[in-house]
Structure formats: C-alpha cells, structure tokens
C-alpha cells in the first residue's frame, strides 16, 4: 500500500519560519511535490524534489531524502497570506504514473 | 508556463442530472490527465487517470459507470458525472502532466452541487 503523514494543524507568526514535514511509504516512488491551496480555490505548485537534497524557490524551499522516505516544506519570512493548506504528494510509476496526495496541513499565521 | 482550463467552474443542478466537466491543456498537450474529488476541509483523492486514445483508469472504489472519462485528444478530457445524487456534490479538479516533467498543472475546479 502507500501513506503519506504530515501534520494537520501549524500555527506560526507573521516573520517566522516554517518547517512542514511529510513522511511517506510507496511503491515506485518518483518524486515529492508541494501545493498550496487557499480555501475555495485550486492546488497550486510550489516545489518538487525528485533527487536527494534542497531545492530553494524563493522564501520556500523543500527538501527531500529518499532513504528516509521524508521531506519537509520550509517557509520563511510567513506572510498571513501564506495561511493556506499545504499538502505533499508523492508521485510514482508502476505501469503508470499517478500522484497521490497526503491529507494536508492547515497552516495559521497571525500577526 | 503551462496552463490547464476547466469548465464550468460552478454547476448547480438537480438530483438525477447528469453533468459534464471539461479539462483543456491550452498550450501544451496533454497525453495524460488526472481527474481529482475534493470534499470539503479534506485532501483530493486521486479517482482516475485520463488516457488520451484509450480507456481511463479508475482508483478502487471509483464507479467508472458513473464517472465516465473520455478523452479523445490531446488537449481535451471530460469527466461527466451520470445521473448525479446530492453526494456527488464535491469539488472536482482535474489536472495533467507534461510527458518527463513536473509539476502537474492543475485546472481551477468544478465545484458541483446536487440538490
């Protein structure tokens, strides 16, 4: 079977950082994606790794290790409208490829 | 970048109605698609792989005579759900997927309500 773990629930200040962490358990594993989702409206991509190490966009950054089977989104300097849900998605191949995506963290920023 | 159109994006409609949804890649084409559920405060949960020129692939526990997939080009895949009952009311996105890419790009949804 496959799983992904992440939290549901961060709460952080505004000018803080951020780390959302995911853990994952699959077959074919291909690569770890980010979305971000703002209530109402559609996933949007943040990141994705599909070799070891730290991929940096902007205040986000996401790293992944694959014998550990984790990864972790960062966000630094949180904006409120950063406030969103984040989910990790693991894409794999076996005779076709898919991407599942974990349940999501609800991530709070407050001023 | 590369960008993936749905429509509509809000269907209201009676119990009993079936109810089409397209998915278009607009610049790039799209082999593959992938077409979420979404209920609300909860994950999208992958329900089946569009293949452009054959049959969709459904996830288990996904009717495939109730959500019936075409896609017969390579910009273009419908989701239609048949004879649609209030649980069928969700969110529904669809995505797709440059062959040797990533990230999917997903369309801005469909949020359909049965009454």
């Known amino acids: 079977g496959q799983s992904l773990e992440q939290p549901s629930e961060v709460t952080a200040v505004e000018g803080a950082i951020v780390q959302i962490n995911c853990t994952y358990q699959?077959?074919?594993?291909?690569?770890l994606s980010w979305y971000q989702q703002h209530d109402g409206g559609a996933p949007t991509f943040l990141s994705y790794n599909g070799l070891d190490g730290l991929e940096e966009t902007g205040r986000f950054s996401s790293f992944l290790s694959r014998s550990d089977s984790y990864g972790y989104l960062l966000l630094q300097e949180l904006q409120m409208k950063d406030s969103a849900s984040y989910f990790c998605?693991?894409?794999?191949?076996?005779?076709?490829?898919?991407?599942?995506f974990g349940a999501g963290t609800r991530l709070f920023v407050k001023a | 970048g590369a960008v993936v159109s749905q429509h509509p994006s809000r269907v209201i409609c009676k119990s009993g109605t079936s109810v089409k949804i397209e998915c278009r890649s607009l610049?790039?084409?799209?082999?593959?698609m992938f077409w979420y559920r979404q209920f609300p405060k909860q994950s999208l949960m992958l329900m089946a792989t569009s293949n452009e020129g054959s049959k969709a692939t459904y996830e288990q526990g996904v009717e495939k005579d109730k959500f019936l997939i075409n896609h017969a080009s390579l910009t273009l895949s419908t989701l239609t759900v048949t004879s649609a009952h209030p649980e069928d009311s969700s969110f529904y996105i669809c995505?797709?997927?440059?062959?040797?890419?990533?990230?999917?790009?997903f369309g801005d949804g469909t949020r359909l309500s049965i009454l």
């Open positions: 995505s797709a997927r440059i062959v040797g890419d990533q990230p999917q790009h």
């Open positions: 699959t077959s074919g594993f291909y690569g």
């Open positions: 610049d790039f084409q799209a082999t593959t």
């Open positions: 998605a693991v894409s794999r191949n076996t005779g076709g490829f898919k991407t599942i």
